[in-house]
């Protein structure tokens, strides 16, 4: 049984009167929308009475059909009470809004853009400068004051961030390793140079991919995590209430996760390699027949001790970079989930950029520098 009901009478004029009753939902119309459709559609221009008092609900499926009937616009004749008639008006009012001519692009509206962008990157540097100042004096007044060093906060992120880390750094380094392995034998059995394979195993993955690696991984690992935390804290405003207490965001929040991360990712850069070494040197041996013994024992002539320092100064610049950007970010999440996803993302994007940017720097600088003779 039909739960909506269309009631057609012709007049001895011509003129038409449309009674419709029932409940003109989606529930109800779902199975006959298109018959109903063509009962309510007239070639004809003839008066036409649209009786709709007897309508007992209506939503916007039922709206819609009877308004494409209508030629998207309200009948001449129309009877409804108020409540539906303002839905048939909201309809009104967005086909009206949708046919609004464009307003044509200013010839200059690209360099309104770009200044907006310009002035957006200037005070995105701003904020971000700050930060570092307020991590910096923080760190001067602990310095000062070691009692109120906090080492609970800054082991929780140590461990978070440093050890919770090593099994992913772990199996993508001895990863690497063999594909890097496999990929160089491949060259230089070609030429008879098995041996030269720990030169290049031990200064790309030493001296580049190993810190790089590990700083891409902790970015999107622990510096999304730094992001959220923060983002989360201001959402729901536990760093108002903090500052209101008199507690130093600066030394409760940010300062642990810098050190923190300043502190793990020199370690994860050192186990990371070790791993990544240690998966080309079974790919070595499998591949071309280079002993453990003999790769372990030409790997300090090929690669000096100076290419560990300068992973080392690249682990510890890495990890403070990504460690002020999460933060740097994570304060700027505004309160609503839209902002917290588009900073963690903005984070993350931010924290690997740079880090290829300043490994580009490091590749400049020390050119000369860890480089056999």
């Known amino acids: 049984m039909n739960e909506f009901g269309v009631s057609i009478a012709v007049g001895v004029d011509g003129s038409r009167r449309v009674a419709l009753s029932g409940r003109w939902t989606l529930a109800s119309l779902a199975a006959q929308t298109t018959a109903v459709a063509g009962q309510i559609s007239f070639r004809e221009h003839l008066p036409t009475l649209w009786d709709c008092l007897s309508i007992e609900a209506l939503d916007s499926a039922g709206a819609m059909l009877l308004w494409r009937a209508w030629q998207r616009r309200l009948p001449a004749q129309i009877r409804a009470t108020p409540e539906h008639l303002r839905i048939f008006e909201r309809l009104a009012a967005a086909d009206a809004k949708g046919n609004e001519p464009r307003q044509a692009r200013p010839m200059l509206q690209w360099l309104a853009d770009l200044g907006a962008t310009g002035i957006g990157f200037a005070r995105q540097v701003m904020d ?3 930060s570092v100042g307020d ?11 070691p009692g109120e060093l906090p080492l609970r906060e800054i082991s929780a992120n140590l461990y978070k961030s440093g050890v919770r880390a090593m099994p992913v750094t772990a199996l993508v380094g001895f990863l690497i390793g063999i594909v890097l392995s496999y990929l160089s034998a491949l060259q230089l059995r070609q ?9 290049l195993l031990g200064m790309g993955i030493i001296r580049e991919l190993g810190p790089v690696l590990v700083a891409v991984l902790v970015a999107g690992r622990s510096g999304s995590a730094m992001t959220a935390q923060l ?15 008199g507690v130093s965001c600066s030394v409760r929040l940010l300062l642990p996760k810098v050190v923190a991360l ?10 990371s390699s070790a791993i990544g070494l240690l998966g080309g040197m079974v790919a070595a041996q499998i591949e071309l027949d280079v002993s453990y013994r003999f790769f372990l024992g030409e790997l300090p002539k090929a690669v000096p001790v100076a290419n560990l320092w300068i992973a080392l100064a690249k682990g510890w610049v890495f990890g403070t970079i990504v460690a002020m950007i999460s ?5 700027r999440v505004r309160p609503n989930t839209e ?25 400049i600088m020390t050119r000369n520098i860890g480089i056999p003779d």
């Open 128 to 130: 971000f400068v700050a």
């Open 135 to 145: 991590v910096t004096l923080a760190l001067a007044h602990v310095i000062r004051h």
């Open 191 to 199: 030429f008879g140079a098995d041996a030269y394979i720990v030169d």
């Open 231 to 245: 983002g989360v804290m201001r959402v729901t405003e536990e760093i108002d209430a903090l500052t209101t207490m």
């Open 262 to 271: 300043a502190v793990a990712m020199p370690l994860l850069v050192l186990w």
């Open 327 to 331: 933060c740097h970010f994570g304060l």
């Open 339 to 363: 902002s917290l996803s588009a900073n963690t993302t903005a984070s993350v994007v931010t924290s690997i950029t740079l880090v290829i940017l300043l490994d580009a720097v490091f590749a």
